[in-house]
């Protein structure tokens, strides 16, 4: 799995926010769901080109790698890779093209909101 999503200095005026990156268009996505926008998980946005990840998405993002990392060592390892193996690949692919010590910075800077927003989405509290 790649990363599919543009790398951005800022946020670009128009884009939607989801739980893991900001959305160019989501009602012309690869993903369609049943009403004609987007209905892929919010760990697919990675894989998409409508995808813009900025500096406000990274240390989410590092914190959502750990914690897939996390449930990597308590889970059968098919089941996991199944359920989480592409969304950690692109992680893995974004974490290489941030740097280690942009990562490592992104991971010490995550916020308690950011935290729960990533709980929420493996929990399944989040709906796309």
Known sequence: MVLAAELREAP????AMTATADCRDFEDGPYPGPDGRCGASFLACLGCTNARIHPGH???????HHAL????SA?????WQADWGDAHARLEHLSRRL???AWTKALSEVTDDERDLID???TGGLAA
């Open 12 to 15: 670009v005026e128009g884009d």
């Open 58 to 64: 990274h240390a989410r993002l590092a914190h959502l």
């Open 69 to 72: 990392a996390r449930l990597r």
């Open 75 to 79: 889970m059968n390892p098919a089941l």
């Open 99 to 101: 740097g280690p010590a």
């Open 120 to 122: 929420d989405l493996l």
